[in-house]
């Protein structure tokens, strides 16, 4: 099982850039976010989805947009890069009633 | 605003000693409270999770749930060098996400 997969591992980018963060998950889980985390701080939400079609912002949604078409895939674009959005980001999923998170490997960004 | 709160440490215990990481919670609808330990450089990995009022032990590691006073626990007994990581405490209320407290630096010395 691959289960929670993230790309990519690295990247930078560029002042008023964009990208598309990719996550892909192959448990059926309803569940999927999105997080930050600065250096020796703990995960921030940014946004999450309980299902497909179906999606909400967290703590710290400027800046970002999600989609949620498919179970499977939970993109995240950042449409004009800022050095605030330098972080590693998380990708997570979780089966409804447990809401157990299981994480993807992290996608570390710097935006220069 | 839901908030969970940890002390950022670093707790520093000695091989074979319990270590006792604390978490507090905001908000009172809160369900479901999970233990995760985050290795440098590395993604968060599920220890334990909690439901209910009361102790859950699994191996060496213990988690305490008291709702009434909104505070969840992580005990480690025979501290281990290997247990040297950030401690993140996590709640959800069911129909939302995943809220994470800042995490408790653990380190356990030889």
């Known amino acids: 099982n691959a289960g929670v997969t993230q790309t990519p591992k690295f990247r930078i980018l560029k002042i008023g850039q964009s990208m598309t963060l990719q996550c892909t998950q192959d448990m059926n889980h309803n569940y999927m976010y999105w997080y930050r985390q600065d250096p020796g701080m703990g995960l921030k939400l940014i946004y999450y989805?309980?299902?497909?079609?179906?999606?909400d912002k967290g703590e710290v949604p400027n800046g970002y947009n999600v989609s949620r078409s498919t179970t499977e895939d939970f993109p995240l674009r950042l449409e004009l890069a800022a050095p605030s959005q330098t972080s590693v980001y998380f990708c997570?999923?979780?089966?409804?009633?447990?809401?157990?998170?299981?994480f993807g490997q992290g996608t570390r960004l710097t935006v220069v | 605003q839901k908030e969970v709160e940890q002390n950022s440490g670093p707790l520093s215990v000695p091989e074979g000693a319990i270590a006792s990481l604390n978490c507090t919670y905001s908000?009172?609808?809160?369900?479901?409270f999970f233990w995760y330990r985050q290795y440098s450089g590395k993604s968060p990995e599920l220890i334990m999770f909690?439901?209910?009022?009361g102790d859950k032990e699994d191996g060496r590691f213990t988690a305490q749930l008291n709702k009434a006073s909104q505070y969840v626990s992580l005990l480690i007994r025979d501290s281990q060098p290997s247990d040297s990581a950030t401690y993140l405490c996590?709640?959800?209320?069911?129909?939302?996400?995943?809220?994470f407290g800042k995490g408790t630096t653990l380190s356990v010395s030889s």
């Open positions: 909690i439901y209910s009022n």
């Open positions: 989805s309980v299902g497909a079609g179906i999606t």
């Open positions: 997570a999923s979780s089966p409804p009633g447990t809401f157990e998170a299981f």
């Open positions: 908000d009172r609808g809160s369900q479901s």
């Open positions: 996590a709640v959800n209320q069911a129909g939302t996400a995943l809220i």
